[in-house]
């Protein structure tokens, strides 16, 4: 267990929704990472936060929004969804904002667009 | 541009070494990072390196070369366990971003 907990599990939604996927980071840990992964594909980088404020941004759609609260846990805005947005989505969180600080990453959010 | 290269697939019996290679190219590089992944589970940190040289943690060791834009996980006394995908994974942009490889899928065989 890597102390990071994503809520939910698993998702189907239709097309055209809107979803949350919540991430909650190991304890004392100030940064929050969002990446998707595609069937058989690797981890795409969405966005990072630390403490808070956004740090990087990797291709995130405009469809997509994230944001940290002051309680540390991060959620993940999908709207207007498509077929193509079905994916792995996975947390990651930090101590750090930078540099080779390991990454522990939550089990995923299975999102499944119908 | 920002890519990684690294092999889709790699094979190799029990007990045996393996080498991963991962070639880079992208910019502001801070540092390499190696994850394991298991299929249907999430990825874990194996190594992370910043200067040239050898890494070694246990069975795992990593490699990097900042002038070719080079780094290898060699794994070794290879175990079923291994049998995982692998990715690199590059940090830039001062430290902040994080870009992964597409994956190397190991298969251990008896």
């Known amino acids: 267990d890597s102390g990071v907990t994503q809520t939910p599990k698993h998702l189907i939604t239709a097309t055209g929704q809107r979803v949350t996927l919540r991430c909650s980071p190991r304890?004392?840990?100030?940064?929050v990472y969002w990446y998707q992964q595609s069937l058989d594909q690797g981890l795409q980088f969405l966005i990072q936060?630390?403490?808070?404020?956004?740090?990087a941004k990797g291709n995130i759609l405009e469809r997509f929004s994230a944001q940290q609260f002051p309680d540390l846990h991060s959620e993940l805005n999908l709207s207007s969804l498509e077929l193509g947005d079905s994916a792995l989505y996975f947390c990651?969180?930090?101590?750090?904002?930078?540099?080779?600080?390991?990454?522990?990453f939550g089990a995923g959010t299975r999102l499944s667009v119908l | 541009g920002q890519s990684l290269e690294q092999p889709s697939e790699v094979t190799a019996v029990e007990g045996a070494i393996v080498q991963i290679n991962c070639t880079y190219q992208t910019s502001g590089f801070y540092g390499l990072s190696w994850y394991q992944q298991h299929d249907g589970g999430a990825p874990t940190f194996l190594s992370y390196?910043?200067?040239?040289g050898l890494e070694e943690t246990g069975r795992f060791s990593s490699f990097l070369s900042r002038s070719d834009s080079y780094g290898y996980l060699l794994l070794q006394e290879l175990q079923m366990k291994d049998s995982a995908s692998y990715f690199c994974a590059v940090l830039n942009t001062g430290g902040f971003k994080t870009i992964f490889g597409a994956g190397t899928r190991l298969f251990v065989k008896a």
């Open positions: 936060y630390y403490n808070g404020e956004e740090r």
């Open positions: 990651a969180s930090s101590v750090a904002d930078r540099g080779g600080n390991i990454q522990y």
């Open positions: 304890s004392g840990d100030l940064s």
């Open positions: 390196n910043a200067l040239d």
